[in-house]
């Protein structure tokens, strides 16, 4: 798949098939996240694969918009150890990047996938620290639910040349 089929195509997806997700394709998503560009090339993210359904409970009962990890057959927890990061405030925006190749791999591979945003939101972080027992200089950013999709998302058109400035405002 090209780079610009990917991004043009992927959807986010929130509904899902039986069909596991299997390990290769997990390390596929994990080896093209570690590929995002970094602050200095930190390179701060931990990752945490997580396939059990009394974990992905636990998330929903604390994140009013993570019900998707009911069906999800595996999830990848995004996460940054502050202590690796390039300065205060660049642990969210690598792991935006990492997250971001995530999906687009994703999608690359038939796999279908959402971000679960837990970054900044404290009570969601905070959720997500209990549950996984981070240490205190690792942060949660993003939940991924994965699988197989169950669903087709049309696609909308989202290029708007208004948003376009030149030179300046």
Not at 72 to 86: G, N, S
Not at 104 to 125: D, E, F, K, N, T
Request: proline residues 5%; hydrophobic residues 45%; contains cysteine.
């Amino acid at each position: 798949m090209e780079a610009l089929d990917a991004i043009f195509n992927r959807r986010s997806i929130r509904q899902y098939t039986l069909q596991e997700v299997g390990d290769d394709q997990i390390e596929i998503l994990l080896k093209a996240a570690m590929y995002a560009p970094s602050a200095v090339n930190k390179q701060p993210w931990e990752f945490i694969v997580f396939r059990s359904h009394e974990t992905m409970q636990h998330i929903i009962d604390g994140h009013p918009n993570a019900s998707m990890l009911s069906q999800a057959k595996a999830a990848i927890l995004v996460c940054w150890d502050e202590t690796r990061a390039h300065d205060a405030g660049y642990g969210p925006v690598d792991c935006a990047a990492a997250t971001q190749n995530i999906l687009l791999a994703a999608h690359s591979i038939g796999i279908g996938a959402v971000w679960v945003g837990i970054y900044p939101r404290q009570q969601r972080m905070q959720v997500v620290h209990e549950i996984f027992s981070l240490p205190d200089h690792v942060q949660g950013f993003s939940v991924i639910a994965l699988g197989y999709p169950a669903e087709q998302r049309t696609l909308p058109n989202r290029f708007d040349k208004q948003k376009i400035h030149l030179e300046k405002w």
